[in-house]
């Protein structure tokens, strides 16, 4: 059974089933004593195995009532499942992927909140490695600076400096 083509085709004939129900009211009737098969060629019909019927979908109901047919007795689109297998399977697989839609939510918020930290340390690894570099440069330069002054004769305090 491929899930993700059965809840397609449900919507499918049920939405066909609401359309056309009104035309093929006097179909469905006419098809008691036939085979399933023969009663679900159309949309419209419901075939009720415990009575052997034909019977026409209770559009206004989403599920047919207990009284018209037993869940587990109905068929409708297909004749080897009931709308009692058929509200159970949706129902996991509603629950399955709600499950895994709110387990993959969490998940990505918690990674996206590591890695923002891990960009955070990266970026301010990089400005104290920049910093760093900046100081060892200004003391380099100073050095040389004082190189150049002992070199001329410049050691003294600097004549420019009282006009400052």
Not at 37 to 64: F, G, M, N, Q, R
Not at 94 to 121: D, H, Q, T, Y
Request: hydrophobic share 40%; aromatic share 6%; with cysteine.
């Amino acid at each position: 059974m491929n899930l993700r083509c059965l809840l397609p085709a449900v919507l499918l004939v049920i939405g066909l089933a609401t359309v056309s129900a009104q035309t093929t009211e006097v179909v469905c009737e006419t098809k008691n004593g036939t085979s399933c098969d023969e009663c679900l060629k159309h949309v419209s019909c419901l075939w009720c195995i415990s009575s052997k019927s034909c019977l026409t979908y209770p559009v206004k109901a989403i599920l047919p009532p207990h009284d018209l047919c037993p869940l587990n007795d109905a068929r409708w689109g297909l004749c080897w499942m009931n709308f009692q297998a058929l509200i159970i399977s949706l129902s996991v697989v509603g629950s399955v992927l709600i499950i895994a839609l709110m387990v993959c939510m969490f998940c990505c918020c918690k990674c996206e909140k590591l890695g923002a930290k891990r960009l955070e340390a990266k970026m301010q690894k990089q400005a104290a490695k920049t910093k760093y570099k900046q100081d060892e440069r200004r003391a380099e330069t100073k050095q040389r600076h004082e190189e150049m002054r002992k070199k001329y004769g410049l050691s003294g305090q600097n004549p420019y400096s009282r006009f400052a």
